[in-house]
């Protein structure tokens, strides 16, 4: 059973530039969320995707944006990079219709921006 | 205001001690859950334990428990006989809101463990 997976592991960008990140959630879960980690930080949260649909955004701007694809993947989208965009971006997943506490991460995808 | 506070940065723990981190959260929600994860030097966030505001025992897996002290706000993680593998960063988190939808996590700004052999 394949757990949460993230794709590329590291990317090196130029500030300016575009991104996208993806993000591939557990076997039986529907429902992805992004977090972003600064260095030395904790995990904020960008937003998440359920129905393909955004359902709850934190205080990001519009330079991230996201997309979920029918088989319940994700994508994250990050325009017109900054230096400050320089992160972990993290993936989790989880079943909406199941009220719990189970939320999965995946191991994260880390971008430098230069 | 930070919704979750981790006042300890880093600590250093003896191999097969105890080790106590501390976590401090605030919300007027009457239905919350408490989490604890542990972030190893590769990245991935790892799921430790959980306790939810209505939950009467504190929670236990294993090697950890939670020490939840619900009118002081408080939700410490215990990690018993401590080992070198458990060397890591360990964040503390709050999911507001019962029987919803919502995954969205507050977390701390974690603390480092260092075991020592």
Redesign the interface.
């Known amino acids: 059973d394949a757990g949460v997976t993230q794709s590329p592991t590291h990317l090196i960008k130029t500030r300016g530039q575009q991104v996208t990140l993806r993000c591939s959630p557990k076997s039986g879960h529907d429902?992805v969320?992004w977090?972003q980690q600064a260095l030395?930080?904790?995990?904020?949260?960008i937003f998440?995707y359920?129905e393909e649909e955004e359902?709850?955004r934190?205080n990001f701007p519009d330079r991230f944006s996201g997309h979920q694809f029918p088989n319940y993947s994700s994508e994250l989208n990050v325009n017109a990079l900054l230096l400050g965009d320089s992160a972990?971006y993290?993936c989790?997943s989880?079943s909406?219709?199941r009220?719990s506490?189970e939320?999965?991460?995946?191991?994260?995808t880390?971008l430098t921006v230069t | 205001a930070q919704k979750i506070t981790q006042t300890q940065p880093g600590m250093f723990v003896q191999e097969k001690e105890a080790v106590t981190l501390d976590c401090t959260y605030d919300t007027s929600d009457p239905s919350y859950g408490l989490f604890w994860y542990k972030q190893p030097s590769s990245g991935e966030m790892i799921f430790l334990i959980y306790q939810g505001s209505y939950d009467q025992q504190n929670a236990t897996e294993g090697r950890y428990s939670l020490n939840f002290q619900k009118a002081r706000k408080s939700a410490n993680l215990v990690i018993s006989a401590s080992q070198l593998g458990d060397s890591a960063m360990y964040f503390c988190a709050m999911r507001e809101g019962r029987g919803s939808n919502d995954y969205k996590l507050s977390f701390g700004a974690g603390t480092t463990v260092t075991v020592r052999a």
């Open positions: 429902t969320s977090y030395g930080q904790g995990p904020q949260f998440q359920y359902r709850q934190g972990l993290l989790a989880s909406y219709v009220i506490y939320q999965y991460f995946g191991p994260g880390r």
